[in-house]
């Protein structure tokens, strides 16, 4: 096929935007477990969550049957101001690899806070503001939730209070500081500003916290202050609802081209770009309509999907958090600490979890020098420096279009570029020093950490 038949970049009309999320869940026949009370067991009513999180987003957290949700107008006016994101054909790449796969990718990284995290944050300010609260408090891992939510806070007049994960808050000063120009505090996480953080410090003295502590004090920073909600940037159902933007926007942008994507990749931390990105694709799938290859891609380090176990556990390691059902390394695990932050969580979506259970999808797990070796790879040849997290997709992609080239397939693949990796440049030093490592967690240690997995009937 000539190069000029499909062009290197395809971006939507704004009028071509979507003007509703869509919900997966609508057509998932097995719905995804729901949260529940770890005092009583019972699934939690919309008013036990109104106490942590802001109300319309509780409706959309419990919101199973609804397929479609308007985004409202003040939203999709700020998505217009970075989106749509484009969709790219990696021609270079391609030629780079001498595979006959075709190889596409949305980028969600032309924005400020450098990733697609602000596709989230804008709608949960939008909603916290609503409720006239006062502001919001959230934890934040490699920084770019914490970034995305100071932005969408500032833009909206609203407070912001983050806890960030200590080593990042240590490695990623940058990021604080951007947080920073846009308003927010920042608190690196185990603190001693919180009773939950006192007790973790206390228990694993020295460590390097992860984004299951800085829940934990983020939560109850936000239920000891009145007018504060919390926000979360991933793992939630509502979330995976707002991020379905990426893929309604590819799913539109590659139908418009006539292309059907054989094999869609996504990294994997929560669940949230990779939720949003199949979320059309997977819909046409559950419904019959279509099939599609759908792949996971997490670290070696924090393997939730490929070596967790599928049961309910606390989405914080302070356990003041409700409990999820979905595939965990156990909330009490706290990986090493690899560079890519944003995927440095013990568990995974429910929605993801119960497709992935139900065979709808497949994971896989990559190491970190790997993951390095195909970042650099593709900044050289497609121009734009992703981040860790992203590159873990790239790593797939680059290895299925390697395979196609033994076989001669001409498969054609979609893989999310979730952000871009300027803040993330400590990281890069490591690999080009030859200093990066890889601590792959051993079976007994995964066992110990299950093994502490609340007993649920
Ligand atoms: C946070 C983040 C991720 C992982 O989070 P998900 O919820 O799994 O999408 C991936 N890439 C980037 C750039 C991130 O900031």
Redo the contacts with the bound molecule.
């Keep these: 096929m000539s190069k000029n038949t499909i062009p290197y970049k395809i971006y939507l009309e704004e009028n071509e935007m979507p003007k509703a999320w869509y919900n997966l869940r609508a057509d998932m026949k097995n719905k995804p477990a729901p949260l529940l009370n770890p005092g009583t067991g019972l699934p939690l009513t919309a008013e036990e969550l109104e106490a942590v999180f802001c109300k319309e987003l509780v409706a959309q957290e419990l919101d199973n049957d609804t397929p479609l949700i308007d985004i409202p107008l003040e939203i999709r006016d700020f998505y217009k101001m970075y989106r749509p994101s484009p969709l790219v054909r990696a021609y270079c790449l391609e030629e780079k690899l001498k595979t006959p796969a075709k190889i596409y990718y949305k980028f ?2 032309n924005n400020t806070s ?4 602000l596709n989230s944050a804008i709608a949960q300010a939008y909603y916290a503001k609503g409720q006239g609260l006062k502001g919001v408090t959230t934890e934040t ?2 920084g ?2 914490g970034t ?1 939510l100071s932005m969408a806070c500032s833009y909206l007049d609203l407070d912001c209070k983050v806890y960030m994960v200590k080593v990042s808050y240590e490695q990623k000063p940058f990021r604080r500081e951007v947080m920073r120009t846009y308003g927010a505090s920042v608190v690196p996480s185990p603190s001693e500003t919180t009773q939950v953080g006192r007790q973790i410090l206390e228990r694993h003295p020295g460590t390097t916290g992860s984004l299951g502590c800085a829940i934990s004090e983020a939560v109850e920073a936000a239920a000891s202050e009145p007018g504060y909600r919390y926000v979360l ?3 939630l159902n509502q ?1 995976l609802l707002h ?1 379905s933007v990426i893929g309604l926007e590819a799913k539109a942008a590659m139908d418009k081209y006539g292309i059907k994507p054989d094999m869609i990749i ?11 990105l199949i979320a059309p694709f997977m819909g046409e799938k559950l419904r019959g309509e279509a099939d599609y290859q759908i792949v996971a891609v997490e670290p070696a380090s924090c393997p939730s999907f490929t070596r967790g176990t599928y049961a309910y556990d606390f989405c914080d390691t302070g356990h003041i958090c409700p409990l999820a059902k979905m595939y965990t390394l156990g909330s009490d695990f706290i990986p090493s600490a690899n560079h ?4 440095r ?1 013990h568990g995974m ?1 429910s929605i993801l979890s119960q497709l992935y259970h139900d065979g709808y999808m497949e994971a896989v797990s990559v190491e970190q020098n790997s993951v390095f070796e195909a970042a650099e790879q593709f900044a050289r040849v497609e121009g734009i420096l992703p ?4 590159a ?1 997709a790239i790593r797939a992609a680059i290895d299925e279009a390697i395979r196609c080239k033994e076989t001669g397939e001409e498969k054609t693949i979609l893989f ?1 570029l ?3 990796g300027y803040f993330d440049l400590v990281a890069y030093e490591k690999f080009h020093n030859g200093e990066m490592s890889d601590e792959i967690p051993d079976d007994e240690m995964i066992a110990r950490s299950v093994a502490k997995l609340p007993k649920v009937e």
């Design positions: 969600e990284g450098g990733s697609h995290k891992g490699a770019q939730w995305a940037g991933s793992v979330v991020q996504g990294c994997a931390g929560g669940g949230s770009n990779l939720g949003g890519a932050g944003g995927l969580f979506s981040a860790p997290e992203s873990h999310g979730t952000g871009t």
